[in-house]
């Protein structure tokens, strides 16, 4: 960043060190493709495609996604957009982990939700509907009956 000139405006000096910080971003960026890592827009972008791809081939009246298969499919997706195969599947993997909020038993899905629905924090500006907190449990249950679940 250039030396700041003593007549220079408090809103210049901000101007020319947020086009540093965004030049500097952009280079970093650009050197992480080069390496062949993708970034998390382009891991989320491609855990989409992944998602409405295998919709598109799964079997009428059977709507079945394989967490695997969605993992796979989002890779070959990176891989074609120009990431390297081992980066891909760590970046994959690693937005695809279990998130510390998963287990906050005030929010929606939790991994830990409580029998009373008072204490989950309600979207903004609207309450949850009692089949979606149901549509949650069903969830819960299956994963309970496979999964010693976190106490």
Do not use: C
Request: charged share 30%.
């Amino acid at each position: 960043m250039a030396r700041p000139d003593i007549h220079d405006s408090p809103a210049a000096i901000a101007e020319r060190a947020r086009q540093a910080a965004a030049e500097r971003a952009r280079r970093y960026r650009a050197a992480k493709r080069e390496e062949g890592k993708p970034d998390a827009k382009s891991v989320d972008a491609a855990l989409s495609e992944a998602v409405s791809f295998l919709s598109s081939v799964a079997v009428p009246d059977n709507l079945t996604l394989s967490i695997a298969e969605v993992h796979r499919t989002a890779v070959i997706i990176l891989v074609r957009d120009g990431a390297r195969r081992s980066y891909a599947r760590q970046a994959v993997s690693a937005r695809m982990k279990p998130r510390t909020m998963h287990d906050d038993t005030t929010t929606l899905p939790s991994r830990r939700l409580t029998p009373t629905t008072r204490i989950i924090e309600p979207p903004v500006g609207s309450t949850w509907k009692d089949t979606e907190i149901g549509f949650v449990r069903s969830l819960l249950a299956r994963w309970r009956a496979v999964v010693k679940p976190i106490r």
